[in-house]
């Protein structure tokens, strides 16, 4: 899995809680039937943060991150949202070139 499509995930695991490093991971496994290996899954939750796309729902409490509730900056629902909408046309495009009408 590429750190960009992690990236993708963590943020639809967080478009609608706020969730810590093994609820995202849970989510995440719902969603795709697989888990990020640890690294890749902490590895974007720090690009995410560095970039302003999530941030520590409560900075009390453990500081450590696999500790902290994440969720998502406005800044990372716009991003979210441009990237879904990005990947229905591409899925769109896709489907009907194999001759399958897209729902």
């Known amino acids: 899995m590429h750190s960009n499509d992690a990236q993708m ?5 967080l478009a609608d809680r706020s969730l810590h490093g093994y609820a995202i991971n849970t989510a995440i496994e719902e969603l795709t039937g697989s888990r990020l290996g640890p690294g890749s899954l902490y590895g974007a939750l720090a690009r995410l943060e560095g970039r302003g796309l999530i941030q520590a729902a409560d900075e009390e409490g453990e500081a450590r991150e696999r500790h902290r509730t994440m969720r998502i900056t406005d800044a990372g629902r716009d991003q979210l949202r441009a990237e879904l909408q990005q990947m229905a046309r591409i899925s769109a495009a896709g489907l009907r070139a194999l001759g399958i009408t897209p729902a």
Do not use: E, Q
Not at 9 to 13: F, G, R
């Open 9 to 13: 995930l963590v943020l639809t695991a």
